[in-house]
């Protein structure tokens, strides 16, 4: 694959850094990236996503616009109230980056889709808000060996990590959460600081670039806690559960 010109002056800032160079930029164009929830998380990830030049993205939601999206849910306007989100991201990823190649879902992520979807992309980014979609995607990434990028929000905190669980020395998510908690409240419910989302949703498309351009230290094996209102963040070693019954 060769740059074009434009392609060339387009990613030019990408392409000096020596860690990314030419090669890096066309290992981008030719990765694919699954985002599950077109929502706080999925809207910065899928725009710097596409913004890099990331060749295929795939954008799986059942949802349409609501005006309480707007707050933290950058990728939709105002215009697109009542609209689908996918639909609805997809025409921003179009304005802000024509070349890439872009694959809508407007339904939810069951058991009975699930695997077609997942198994078709390089790498999952999970930004959804309930616990039985995150256990499936950590199962079938498991299974087909995809690197899943998970985050997490609640009102001004936020959580990402990176999970390979089908490396034997490494945990997945079922490792960190076996089973349904009790007593966690969702984003509608809660309420959530919108800005917190912006950050956590962008560290997830650093973590997502770094996976594709094999840079820095993968959060692979860790947790990183974010809390707006201390301005720190943390990041404490996740271990592997020994008795997982799913990645071991």
Do not use: W
């Not at 089908?166 to 800005?195: F, K, M, T």
């Amino acid at each position: 694959m060769s740059l074009s010109d434009d392609q060339l002056e387009r990613y030019a800032r990408h392409i000096i850094l020596k860690e990314v160079g030419g090669h890096g930029q066309q290992k981008l164009m030719k990765a694919s990236v699954l985002v599950i929830g077109a929502g706080g998380l999925g809207s910065p990830l899928l725009m710097y996503l596409a913004a890099a030049g990331v060749g295929t993205i795939g954008i799986i939601d059942d949802d349409t616009v609501d005006l309480s999206n707007l707050q933290r849910q950058i990728i939709h306007m105002t215009e697109s109230l009542g609209s689908e989100k996918v639909a609805s991201a997809k025409s921003m990823i179009s304005k802000i980056n024509p070349d890439i190649n872009v694959h809508a879902y407007a339904e939810r992520l069951t058991e009975d889709n699930a695997e077609d979807i997942i198994k078709s992309y390089g790498i999952i980014a999970d930004g959804c808000d309930n616990f039985t979609t995150r256990f499936l995607i950590n199962d079938l990434c498991i299974k087909y060996k995809k690197p899943l990028i998970s985050g997490a929000l609640s009102q001004f905190d936020g959580q990402l990590a990176t999970f390979k669980g089908y490396d034997s020395a490494l945990p997945c998510y079922r490792c960190l959460v076996p089973d349904h908690p009790n007593g966690v409240l969702s984003c509608a419910e809660a309420g959530i600081l919108g800005a917190v989302a912006g950050v956590v949703g962008t560290m997830q498309a650093i973590e997502v670039l770094k996976e594709i351009l094999n840079l820095g230290v993968s959060l692979a094996g860790k947790l990183l806690i974010y809390d707006a209102l201390s301005a720190t963040s943390r990041t404490i070693k996740l271990p592997k559960d020994p008795g997982c019954r799913y990645c071991n």
